[in-house]
């Protein structure tokens, strides 16, 4: 019997990437991303290539947060043996370690492994985590702005060939702001469908607002997702009562446990699994957790490279039954660090041109 292979050194690296422009959500805005990338290597040379990707006002998490799990952990797992059939264990150790409280930095090291032990067997990741396909078809965001700069923006998307619009809404300029821009992409873009995203900045008085003034002009959104706070889980039930859309839940939903409240609430019909939530074995569970309830499925991130969006696709395709997709955060960033990653055509992806890992480096 094989011993499972011993890992040989684990290093982590600041990985600032500058954005085009500002990347705005409702509770703020950044203008870099602000990562960390981190490389682990089995004993046999292999490599695998992590990024943690933490958003601030997504979160609370912290570039400094990330790295400091991730440098602590460059520690003890040196020498450290592990294989495919036994990742889980030590993935439940670094959240023992430190990953709990980050979750980008939990991400970032079993995406680095997995990765390494995939590259090593010679197998795709998305053929890991269960081979059910390997295209998916991404929206693009419409972050927060003037309705002027919302109409522009869909007209490239449009232009990409990508055909569905996710819209940033809530925040301090309120639902009348919101509409407007609303209302602007819509004219621009008639046939898009648009996923409206709050990220629990929106009120239950502004969401009513909100509904009432989109049911007036006429425009049915294909998803509301995370408009209240993450833990009104009355109030999203109540959304879905109201206007009678689908409701996703994003910020509500970190864990297994979280997803099984939604489902004992009823609170909504999708859940948006985020790798940098905490890491891929929270995700499969998640995953597992919304497919036994019948609910839905949708795959985003942060502000991430191609890197940790290469490996969220690989996930969502393999895994298979992703109902919406939100993968387009490399086309925000002004510079590539990397070379490989999903293939583009349009709004559509790909990973099967991959044969083994997640497919992305380090430039040299």
Request: glycine share 12%; net charge negative.
């Amino acid at each position: 019997m094989h011993a499972a292979p011993a890992i040989r050194a684990f290093d982590v690296s600041l990985l600032d990437i500058p954005l085009f422009e500002p990347f705005g959500i409702s509770g703020g805005a950044q203008a870099m991303a602000n990562n960390v990338l981190a490389r682990l290597e089995l004993a046999d040379g292999t490599v695998g290539y992590g990024e943690a990707a933490p958003l601030p006002p997504y979160n609370g998490e912290t570039q400094a947060d990330a790295l400091a799990v991730l440098r602590a952990a460059a520690a003890w797992l040196p020498g450290r043996s592990v294989g495919l059939d036994s990742w889980t264990a030590l993935a439940a150790e670094f959240r023992t370690r430190g990953g709990a409280g980050c979750g980008s930095a939990q991400c970032a090291f079993e995406m680095a492994l997995l990765d390494a032990l995939t590259r090593q067997a010679g197998l795709p990741l998305w053929k890991f985590c269960g081979g059910a396909g390997t295209e998916l078809e991404t929206d693009m965001t419409v972050t927060t702005g003037t309705a002027a700069e919302a109409a522009d923006a869909a007209r490239s998307i449009r232009r990409r060939g990508i055909r569905m619009i996710k819209v940033k809404v809530g925040g301090k300029l309120g639902p009348a702001h919101d509409l407007a821009r609303i209302a602007a992409i819509r004219d621009a873009a008639p046939d898009s469908p648009l996923i409206l995203d709050g990220n629990a900045g929106v009120s239950r008085a502004a969401a009513t607002e909100l509904v009432r003034g989109l049911k007036q002009l006429g425009i049915v959104p294909a998803l509301l997702e995370q408009w209240l706070a993450k833990d009104d889980l009355d109030g999203a039930r109540a959304l879905m009562a109201e206007s009678g859309w689908l409701v996703a839940a994003d910020e509500t939903v970190t864990t297994a446990a979280d997803a099984r409240k939604v489902v004992a609430a009823r609170s909504a019909q999708v859940i948006n699994i985020k790798l940098m939530k905490g890491g891929l074995a929270e995700a499969f569970a998640i995953a597992q957790v919304a497919r036994d309830a019948g609910l839905a499925l949708m795959i985003g991130g942060n502000v991430e490279s191609i890197l940790a969006m290469t490996v969220s696709a690989h996930f969502a395709a393999g895994q298979g039954g992703f109902r919406f997709a939100d993968l387009d955060t490399p086309f925000f960033l002004s510079e590539n660090p990397f070379a490989g990653g999903y293939a583009v055509d349009g709004g559509r992806l790909s990973v099967a041109h991959i044969p083994a890992g997640h497919g992305v480096s380090p430039r040299a």
